[in-house]
């Protein structure tokens, strides 16, 4: 079971930087003044360290800094205003470095031009002598359809304990013009990871997992591999003149995961059963099996950023065998960031193809797709008219949501996959029988499930009596983008056809609702 909120576009993300997080800790000692304790500890104490070079001679000048820090390469980096909390210090000319007191649970991370190494937090109980761990290095040849590749960036990054992730690195090279690129100053984790980097999209293409050692070189394999694909793009006529916007877009090949042995009375139950099932599962050796495979099925997957030309014509290489999904946005310039290519989309488009299996697992031969049209959007907003939508009932006919007019409606996007989905149906069944009746509301929910089917068969157990319809086929995909693409996501519609209430959960639900309906009944 997933309990977990979906969004299509969260599965498809793909990886720019690592991910890191700080957890910040919050000692409240009660109100007024605090009052000094009876028999309470000493402060703690600054740790002296004296750092020493791979060789044993002092590391004069070395940095020390806390581990939300992001390594480059660079041996000292100028404080970063957005953590002011996490200052670095510099050792003298012996090696030696004072560092203030700390709770005891930080660790360290020190780097000087001989080489680095991370301190784990026992270092505030010991300080002393601490030896660095000469650099790693890779370089190689980046090659591109057979030639080598000029003026590329080549990326190596990991994270210096595998375990924590606060502390990582990424270090760039730009390849010379016969292809060749070197890394300097790589931290020698062991588990590591090479990428080529692309610049004018911001983000990776598929990397290859390395070992890289203390005082060693390693010379991956980058590029010239699987083939590539080339198209063109068709933007709406009504945004061809225009030019606030850009495009943005990806492949992906991704394999489907192992259906959750959930027996059919559980999967078509209440959230407590499936979590009772759940919980009881995770303990059987038939999870470790079912785990190790969903396991490979995510490993197998695989994404390539689309580096599009103002023509809309794009080229994406290195792709291997298999089949992919593409597709593109069309995003207003000013949304753009550096943390996501994902801006607000005005259009939309995409396509499936197969790479076919390549002798040798390369190929010269471009695959030439047909011209991919991409179609205006009108998104759901907060204030304004709720994009109209037809689509077919789980049970026979069809709805139209502008026929609802005149009534406040709650739109539920669902799938019988999502834990928190099926979370919501006792709220959604208790508003529905309080106000239902009334002729002044109406309940749509809509299933994003692959195979109707399993919708209608959770519907029928339990027995849900309002509006049921189904979006899991690519004409009800077009649905769920304009409304955020995310399940579980609940809003409230006005008679007027305007969105009023988003993102509702829970006692939320009825809360907007009644506040609605009976304001209106008020002002009537």
């Not at 007027?496 to 002002?523: E, H, M, P, W, Y």
Request: glycine share 10%; with cysteine; proline share 8%.
């Amino acid at each position: 079971m997933s309990n977990c909120i979906s969004h299509r576009d969260g599965r498809r993300a793909r990886k720019c930087s690592i991910v890191f997080s700080l957890a910040c800790t919050l000692f409240l000692t009660g109100c007024g003044v605090a009052q000094p304790l009876a028999n309470a500890p000493a402060p703690p104490q600054p740790v002296r360290l004296t750092i020493l070079c791979p060789d044993g001679r002092p590391a004069s000048g070395a940095t020390v800094a806390f581990p939300f820090y992001y390594f480059t390469g660079d041996l000292n980096p100028p404080p970063d205003p957005q953590t002011p909390q996490f200052p670095k210090y510099q050792a003298d000319a012996h090696g030696i470095v004072s560092i203030p007191a700390s709770n005891g649970q930080q660790k360290l991370v020190v780097a000087h031009s001989t080489g680095c190494t991370e301190l784990g937090p026992d270092i505030w109980t010991r300080g002393g002598s601490v030896r660095l761990r000469a650099w790693a290095r890779i370089e190689g040849k980046l090659t591109l359809r057979g030639r080598p590749s000029s003026g590329q960036y080549v990326e190596a990054f990991g994270a210096f304990d595998p375990g924590d992730q606060q502390l990582s690195f990424a270090i760039k090279s730009r390849t010379a013009a016969d292809g060749s690129f070197a890394i300097e100053r790589v931290p020698p984790v062991g588990a590591a990871y090479v990428e080529r980097f692309s610049e004018s999209v911001g983000v990776a293409f598929p990397w290859t997992k390395i070992n890289v050692d203390a005082g060693q070189t390693t010379r991956p394999a980058v590029g010239n591999t699987g083939g590539f694909v080339v198209g063109r793009l068709e933007a709406p006529p009504a945004l061809v003149d225009r030019h606030d916007w850009l495009y943005s877009g990806d492949i992906i090949h991704q394999e489907i995961p192992p259906r959750l042995p959930m027996p059919d009375d559980v999967r078509n139950g209440t959230f407590e059963q499936r979590k009772k099932w759940n919980a009881e599962f995770t303990k059987t050796d038939k999870f470790k099996t079912w785990s190790a495979a969903a396991q490979n099925a995510l490993n197998a997957f695989r994404g390539y950023p689309m580096e599009i030309n103002a023509d809309g014509t794009f080229c994406i290489e290195d792709v291997s065998a298999g089949t992919y999904e593409l597709e593109v946005r069309i995003c207003r310039s000013s949304d753009l960031n550096w943390m996501s290519d994902l801006g607000s989309p005005i259009a939309m488009g995409g396509s499936r193809f197969l790479v076919p299996t390549m002798p040798g697992g390369r190929s010269d031969e471009p695959l030439q797709l047909p011209p991919i049209a991409l179609h205006s959007v009108e998104l759901a907003v907060l204030g304004q008219t709720a994009p109209d939508f037809t689509a077919p009932r789980l049970t026979q006919g069809s709805l139209k949501l502008s026929d609802f007019r005149g009534r406040y409606v709650l739109l539920d996007f669902w799938s019988t996959s999502c834990g928190y989905c099926i979370k919501e149906f006792p709220s959604l069944r208790a508003v529905n029988d309080e106000f239902g009746k009334t002729g002044r509301l109406a309940i749509i929910s809509l299933s994003a499930d692959e195979k109707s089917a399993d919708a209608l068969a959770y519907v029928q157990k339990q027995d849900l009596q309002w509006d049921q319809v189904w979006i899991g086929d690519d004409a009800g995909q077009l649905v769920s983008e304009r409304y955020g693409d995310a399940t579980p996501n609940i809003l409230l519609i006005a008679p007027d056809g305007r969105i009023i209430a988003t993102d509702l959960r829970g006692d939320q639900i009825r809360a907007a609702v009644a506040a609605n309906l009976n304001g209106a009944s008020k002002g009537n």
